[in-house]
């Protein structure tokens, strides 16, 4: 069965420390990749997604992340957090395949973002 | 652009009790699924709606949960008798087709006590 890791729960930063969560998969076919985003009393957002082409996808807010096929990975990164990033990130992957296509989610990290 | 609107964002039910939760995803969107995010995991996926059509409901605890999209653009989703565990976030969320990005709603809140 496919599954997302992302291992780390919880990080704590100082602004404009650089952030990098992982984010590992269990499928061996082609895959279409997604990270989420979820501030706080708000609703899932995509902050970037990767479904072919360049490996490093930038997205939103200056978020960036970077798919690894050999190591099924799609780590998601920032040199500098602000404040504001202060949210709830959601790995998420959906297998290539006709018919459904099935969005798993990792379990999250919580980023905290001290001023 | 209206996003995804789920409605009651609250409910708190005794267990046996059924509920239900109403979704209208993003206008045109042809595909819509149901989510259920438990505390401290991620979303997983209950049903994926084409239009009116079931696509996948594999995941769906069909003795107690169903769902309906009637007319392609509405959806419901009910829970009937409710258990405790079935505490959680329930998300509908939209797509374009299938394959392509989801839009997330806010979410139900269900407590059941």
């Known amino acids: 069965a496919q599954s997302v890791s992302q291992h780390n729960h919880h990080v704590i930063l100082s602004e404009a420390a650089s952030l990098e969560l992982g984010c590992n998969y269990s499928?061996?076919?082609?895959?279409?990749l997604f990270w989420y985003v979820q501030y706080p009393g708000q609703h899932l957002q995509l902050l970037l997604k990767y479904f072919s082409g360049d490996p490093l996808v930038k997205g939103i807010k200056g978020f960036e992340a970077e798919f690894i096929k050999s190591k099924f990975s799609f780590n998601l990164r920032k040199p500098s957090v602000q404040w504001s990033d202060t949210a709830e990130y959601f790995c998420?992957?959906?297998?290539?395949?006709?018919?459904?296509?099935?969005?798993?989610f990792g379990t999250g990290t919580r980023l905290t973002v001290i001023p | 652009e209206a996003g995804v609107a789920q409605s009651p964002r609250y409910k708190i039910i005794e267990k046996r009790q059924s509920v239900a939760f109403w979704c209208n995803p993003i206008s045109g969107h042809a595909t819509l699924y149901w989510y259920q995010q438990i505390l401290g995991q991620g979303p997983k996926l209950l049903i994926q709606?084409?239009?009116?059509?079931?696509?996948?409901d594999s995941q769906l605890p069909k003795d107690r949960f169903s769902a309906e999209r009637l007319k392609g653009v509405d959806s419901t989703l009910k829970i009937q008798p409710a258990k405790l565990e079935d505490s959680a976030v329930y998300l509908c969320?939209?797509?374009?087709?299938?394959?392509?990005?989801?839009?997330f709603g806010p979410g139900t809140r269900l407590l059941v006590l």
């Open positions: 998420a992957v959906m297998p290539d395949q006709t018919g459904a296509n099935n969005l798993f």
């Open positions: 499928y061996g076919g082609t895959v279409n």
């Open positions: 969320a939209s797509s374009p087709r299938t394959r392509e990005t989801q839009y």
């Open positions: 709606f084409q239009n009116n059509g079931v696509v996948d």
